[in-house]
Nanobody, 119 residues
């Protein structure tokens, strides 16, 4: 059974930092590309960042480039999103996503964690 435990969300002032963590189980974590997405109220879910299975490649949305860092620990089946210099427009529910790219394409979503950036 695929399970995710997301943590690290909360309320932070503009300019502050948060570290989101997503611990996965129930599948071969190292074989999956891991991504973070976010969804603000009234908006579509948008991609934020990804890291490939071996952790060798990362990619970021322009809106977070230079402020957010994605990383993974395959020994702990965990993906982390370090968020610095947070802005009010970063307020959203953040979701981790696992994508299986070998064989038939498939994916799994985490349950989401709320991030609120406000003074």
């Amino acid at each position: 059974q695929v399970q995710f435990v997301e943590s690290g969300g909360g309320l932070v002032q503009p300019g502050g930092s948060l570290r989101l963590s997503c611990a996965a189980s129930g599948f071969t974590f190292s074989r999956y590309t891991m991504s973070w997405y976010r969804q603000a109220p009234g908006k579509d879910r948008e991609w934020v960042a990804l890291v490939t299975g071996a952790g060798g490649s990362t990619s970021y949305a322009d809106s977070v480039k230079g402020r957010f860092t994605i990383s993974r620990d395959n020994a702990k089946n965990t993906v982390v999103l370090q968020m610095n210099s947070l802005k009010p427009e970063d307020t959203a529910v953040y979701y981790c996503k696992a994508e299986g790219l070998s064989g038939s394409y498939h994916y799994y979503w985490g349950q989401g964690t709320q991030v609120t950036v406000s003074s």
